[in-house]
């Protein structure tokens, strides 16, 4: 079983930054991919960011590049994404989501039914 805690978001004013965090847990013998998803007031959620723990290859959707930056620390079993220039519209509640993935180099999976863990969620406001 496989946890996940995420940490970091809050209330901040346009162009301000954020860094969230996304505490991974449990037993995990093989690679793993692990994405940020966020659900805008009134909106789907939809996927911003994911990495491949094996080679730490990163994703954006095209919305965020640029401004959105996904990484991994593994000694502390944590992802992180940066967020700067934050944006009104980047306001939502913020998940992190993993799946086992044993394709341990290249791209993770996309859909968010593919993600079999998911956190309890952060939420993000920014104030214009």
């Known amino acids: 079983q496989v946890q996940l805690v995420e940490s970091g978001g809050g209330s901040v004013q346009a162009g301000g930054s954020l860094r969230l965090s996304c505490a991974v847990s449990?037993?995990?013998?093989?690679?793993?991919?692990v994405g940020w998803f966020r659900r805008a007031p009134g909106k789907e959620r939809e996927g911003v960011a994911r990495?491949?723990?094996?080679?730490?290859?990163?994703y954006y959707t095209d919305s965020v590049k640029g401004r959105f930056t996904i990484s991994q620390d593994n000694a502390k079993s944590t992802v992180y994404l940066q967020i700067d220039s934050l944006e009104p519209e980047d306001s939502g509640m913020y998940y992190c989501?993993?799946?086992?993935?044993?394709?341990?180099?290249?791209?993770?999976?996309?859909?968010?039914?593919?993600?079999?863990?998911w956190g309890q969620g952060t939420q993000v406001t920014v104030s214009s």
């Open positions: 989501a993993a799946v086992i993935w044993r394709v341990w180099y290249g791209d993770c999976p996309v859909r968010q039914y593919e993600y079999d863990y």
């Open positions: 449990g037993t995990i013998s093989t690679s793993y991919c």
């Open positions: 990495i491949n723990n094996g080679d730490g290859s990163t």
